[in-house]
């Protein structure tokens, strides 16, 4: 098996700095652990493909993005890992005064024609419940 040369690789500052903990990804959406960015140029090509992948030892999650400009690669790969697709239906739950009445129209607009979205809505409003009464619980 052939070895990629140190020039097939981009690392850069931050880059360094997730290894060190930096705050510019978010913890891996399925386990929670940390990730690291790396970028690779494919000398045929002139392209690079910047991976962002997930350190838990038994978790495969990664993101990736391909393009000429290594810093637009990385930016769109670290976008991808970022990106949470329930964050407008979660921002407009926690925006959401807790008094009955009518869903607001931020959360209309998160969970529209996706049925995906509907159900984990459904499923973070029950655990959204169930802490706030196990957190009440816990205060008596």
């Not at 098996?1 to 959406?29: N, R, W, Y």
């Not at 509907?118 to 802490?131: E, G, H, R």
């Amino acid at each position: 098996m052939d070895t990629l040369p140190e020039s097939a690789f981009v690392i850069t500052k931050q880059d360094q700095e997730h290894a060190l903990g930096s705050d510019e990804l978010k913890p891996c959406p399925f386990c929670g652990k940390w990730a690291f960015s790396i970028g690779t140029v494919n000398e045929k090509t002139g392209n690079t493909v910047y991976h962002v992948n997930c350190t838990g030892r038994d978790c495969q999650a990664q993101s990736f993005y391909c393009a000429k400009d290594p810093a637009e690669a990385r930016v769109k790969a670290i976008a991808r890992w970022n990106r949470r697709h329930l964050d407008k239906f979660i921002k407009a739950v926690d925006d959401e005064q807790e008094l009955p009445g009518d869903m607001p129209d931020e959360m209309w607009q998160a969970i529209q024609n996706d049925r995906d979205a509907v159900c984990k809505a459904m499923q973070l409003s029950v655990l959204q419940t169930k802490n706030n009464i196990r957190n009440r619980i816990v205060t008596l």
